[in-house]
């Protein structure tokens, strides 16, 4: 019989050791009694600094009868799940499908298509890997923008160049497809049973090249530099062709749109074609970077620097009432601030890391939440415009350059201007600025008010260390395309909004997920079966802002 054994505490080093001699010594009996033994999931308990441990969960088959239930020292056993296969039975039609967004949403999409034996079309605005690499290189050495391939457009989507985290909380049953996946094409096979996987943006470049050759072997068709500019539509308002901005026509019967929140231009040809959505609130802030250590001595304690430890992360929240929060968001240990700007005039700052989080700096989002009312008009684009107007306040600030506007924390916290900066890893450059001018006064006012609950939740949060970097504007969509229980636009048939962009995803993992409930309906459309293990129904709500 197979069993799982959950909650089993382990010491700092001790995750290393045999895992059949840890269950001989938890359960009894010899290691050898214990075959076939999977570590299933591994997280960090760090609420006690003195007594820093692992918790586990361990998968294995006994030959001898087990007690089922609470065991001594508040283990639990059970028996362990099995698997469902993922392969399925192509549907007897196999529509044609056009896929806009190489990101997550659409290469996940395209994957889970390609099981049922449908061959999609997927278009990309920005270039091939290479090219996108060496463009962004440009905007960080040289501070040249190109709007067609920077971190938010081109191969991979905008998660590409990210932390790379595939943390969620939507506990959808596609999550571990999509875990599965990025081990086949290149990722450590750790996130498979880590609480907080984390790939990197070094190692999920490589896997979303592999990922695309393996698609484009099995039958799929990328097209890169191939902007989405127009649709065309029946009589009916049923999709029949994307056209491109050079006014090359492919007709098809599906087109999802996977386009990322920062497809602005996307966003208005919908509009103009009366496609239904909704605005959404989203959030807005800086981002906040500090030494690694200091954080590593703030959550570890004593335990700081022991060799089993990871960078430290941190989660922070402060509630103000009347729909009013500030709070970290998209945390990068050992990560950079990056300059990912896509609109020219217009400066964004993220957060990335590479798989070893070894940068030697913390980074997280400090944002506020922006509420529809805030966006200054009832345009269903409102808030993107709101978005941008910011943006564009930040560029003026940074001296109408595509550095990133900088204030002390503690500067900011007093409202004076910064003399110094504190040292950050901000490519291409901080300017010294006041913050105070590329920020609307209510986010303004609830980070400030923030700040001093953070420090007291997380000693030297606001310490003369840490530097805050202007703007972050782009973490979620502010609009949510609509669609009915068949994943389609509820005013345009054939047509299936589809991940972050479209408002129904905060991540990478919540966003490839929602790629392949997607391909699902796609499937079943065209006469394919449920398949049961992805049919678990997902609230749009728990799949968006996840980090």
């Known amino acids: 019989m197979r069993y799982l054994l959950s909650d089993l505490p382990l010491n700092l080093g001790e995750e290393a050791l045999d895992l059949a001699k840890v269950l001989a010594h938890a359960l009894g009996g010899l290691s050898a009694d214990y075959q076939a033994v999977t570590l299933e999931r591994r997280s960090l308990d760090a609420r006690h600094k003195g007594a820093i441990r692992f918790l586990v969960a361990i998968s294995f088959d006994a030959d001898r009868n087990l007690t089922l239930g609470p065991q001594p020292g508040g283990l639990k056993l059970d028996p362990a799940s099995v698997r469902a296969p993922c392969a399925v039975a192509a549907p007897p039609r196999r529509p044609s499908v056009v896929v806009v967004g190489s990101g997550p949403a659409g290469t996940f999409c395209a994957l889970r298509l390609l099981d ?40 991979g989507g905008a998660g590409t160049f990210s932390d790379g985290k595939l943390t969620t909380r939507i506990g959808h049953p596609a999550t571990r497809y999509v875990l599965e996946a990025f081990v086949r094409f290149g990722a450590n096979p750790r996130i498979l049973y880590l609480a907080k996987p984390h790939v990197g943006t070094d190692v999920i470049r490589r896997c979303a090249v592999l990922i695309r050759r393996s698609a484009e072997a099995r039958g799929a068709q990328y097209r890169f530099q191939s902007r989405l500019a127009e649709m ?34 996307t966003f208005e040809m919908l509009h103009s074609h009366g496609v239904a959505m909704r605005q959404k609130p989203f959030a807005m802030g800086v981002r ?48 950079q601030v990056i300059q990912c700007s896509s609109e020219p005039g217009g400066v964004v700052v993220n957060g990335m890391s590479n798989e070893k989080r070894d940068s030697g700096f913390a980074n997280s989002g400090l944002v506020a939440k922006v509420n529809t009312a805030d966006f200054g008009g009832e345009h269903l684009l409102a808030g993107m415009y709101f978005q941008r107007k910011w943006e564009q306040a930040a560029f003026s600030a940074a001296g109408e350059t595509y550095g990133a506007p900088a204030m002390a924390v503690q500067d900011f916290v007093k409202g004076r201007a910064s003399g110094h900066l ?57 609009i949510q395309l609509l669609r009915g229980e068949d994943g389609q636009s509820v005013s345009h048939p054939g047509l299936y909004p589809c991940g972050e962009g479209a408002g129904f995803a905060g991540g990478i993992t919540s966003a490839a997920v929602d790629g392949i409930r997607v391909a699902e309906w796609i499937a079943q459309s065209a006469g394919a079966p449920v398949f049961q293990p992805f049919e678990k129904h997902v609230r749009a709500g728990d799949l968006a802002n996840e980090y």
């Not at 605005?125 to 457009?153: C, H, T, Y």
């Not at 491109?244 to 492919?250: P, T």
């Not at 500090?290 to 060799?307: F, V």
């Open 116 to 155: 049922y034996g449908i061959e999609p079309i997927v278009l990309e605005r920005g270039p091939a890997m290479g090219e996108r690499v060496k463009a962004i290189s440009g905007l960080w050495k040289d501070a040249v923008l190109d709007a067609e391939a920077n971190a938010q457009f081109g191969e």
């Open 288 to 335: 906040v970077e500090h030494p690694q250590d200091l954080i590593d001595r703030s959550q570890y304690g004593p335990s700081a620097g022991h060799l089993s430890l990871p960078a430290a992360d941190y989660k922070l929240v402060c509630n103000f009432g009347l729909n009013r929060a500030a709070y970290s968001f998209c945390m990068c240990p050992g990560g």
């Open 422 to 478: 504190p040292r950050t890893s901000f490519k291409p450059f901080a300017v010294a600025a006041d913050l105070r001018t590329c920020l609307p006064d209510f986010v303004r006012e609830q980070l400030a008010g923030a700040l001093p609950t953070f420090d007291r939740k997380l000693h030297g949060f606001t310490s003369r260390e840490a530097i805050l970097l202007a703007i972050e504007s782009r973490t979620s969509s502010p």
């Open 232 to 265: 065309r539509f029946d009589v009916l308002g049923r999709v029949r062709a994307a056209v491109l901005a050079s006014g090359e026509e492919i007709p098809c019967e599906v087109l999802v749109l996977a386009p990322g929140h920062s497809a602005r231009d």
